[in-house]
Antibody, heavy 120, light 108 residues
């Protein structure tokens, strides 16, 4: 059974940092594409970042230079390091696995989500 | 970047057919995926690659994609289908995912 279990959310002050984790079971992150998506309160889904199996990363403009996606293949876990946090980063953050075929990718499995609140 | 447009809300009576659209420039040339999100829960894939249903998704869910509009079709709508629905495409030119703004489906 595939499971993505997230941890690391919470309350952080503006300008602060937080690291989210997403522990995967049921498949290997070393062979899969993994991604982060967030959802601000009452808003829609916003894609943030992807890490390919070989380690190549891409980011949305809204977080480029502030957020870093990474993974530890030995722990089968991906991370999102968030620096210089702003109030507008307040959201539920989801990790997800991507299935890619014929040039397109979709999210086949999702984590449970973790709330990040940026406030003084 | 690529933009996907969805109506904010769609209402339908139980037993009827709901159609939720996703507009984008020449979206018919893209592969469109759809997610259902109930309040407080993570999204769930209901249609991928325009019209393919993952295992466990009822046959009442189907999809189409042509021209500038992709459509999620939910037949014989039930109260349990009430949720937010999002379309998504993968922009391979920029290695980014794009989501539509979401549509709230209300079952009357």
């Amino acid at each position: 059974e595939v499971q993505l279990v997230q941890s690391g959310g919470g309350l952080v002050q503006p300008g602060g940092s937080l690291r989210l984790s997403c522990a995967v079971s049921g498949f290997s992150v070393s062979h899969n594409y993994m991604s982060w998506v967030r959802q601000a309160p009452g808003k829609g889904l916003e894609w943030l970042s992807v890490i390919y199996s070989a380690g190549t990363t891409y980011y949305a403009d809204s977080v480029k230079g502030r957020f870093t996606i990474s993974k530890d293949n030995s722990k089968n876990t991906i991370f999102l390091q968030m620096n210089s946090l702003r109030a507008e980063d307040t959201a539920v953050y989801y990790c997800g696995s991507l299935y890619c075929t014929s040039g397109s990718c979709y999210f086949d499995f999702w984590g449970q989500g973790t709330l990040v609140t940026v406030s003084s | 970047s690529y933009v996907l447009s969805q109506p904010p809300s769609v209402s339908v009576a139980p037993g009827k057919t709901a159609r939720i659209t996703c507009g984008g420039n020449n979206i018919g040339s893209e592969s469109v995926h759809w997610y259902q999100q109930r309040p407080g829960q993570a999204p769930v894939l209901v249609i991928h690659s325009d019209s393919d249903r993952p295992s466990g998704i009822p046959e009442r869910f189907s999809g189409s994609n042509s021209g500038n509009t992709a459509t999620l079709i939910i037949g014989r709508v039930e109260a349990g289908d009430e949720a937010d629905y999002y379309c998504q495409v993968w922009d391979s030119r920029s290695d980014q995912s794009v989501f539509g703004g979401g549509t709230k489906l209300t079952v009357l």
